[in-house]
């Protein structure tokens, strides 16, 4: 039975599938206002070195965000 013919050239690293995806999020995240997660690096969550620096970027996000309303109850009939 024939053998199949071998490759002629080496595949090149841009030509990976992941690779060609990877450049199509990007330009996507470009332009769009939604983004789409690319890399583990590139869209993950900033990482905090120390517990006080962890304490600091809380109280931080917590006075960002607008305090919630306690629920208001109807006045029972």
Same mark, same amino acid.
Request: proline residues 6%; positive net charge.
């Given at each position: ?32 206002? *939604?983004?789409?997660?690319?890399? $583990? ?5 900033? %990482?905090?070195? #120390? /517990?006080?620096? =962890? &304490? *600091?970027?809380?109280?931080?996000? $917590? ?5 919630? %309303?306690?629920? #208001? /109850?109807?006045? =029972? &009939?």
């Amino acid at each position: 039975m024939g053998k199949p013919k071998k490759r002629t050239s080496a595949r090149k690293t841009g030509m990976r599938r992941s690779h060609l995806v990877l450049k199509l999020k990007r330009l996507v995240n470009k332009t769009s206002p *939604v983004k789409i997660r690319t890399t $583990k690096n590139e869209s993950g969550k900033r %990482k905090v070195a #120390t /517990k006080a620096e =962890a &304490k *600091v970027v809380k109280a931080v996000e $917590k006075a960002a965000t607008p305090a919630k %309303k306690a629920p #208001t /109850k109807k006045p =029972a &009939k």
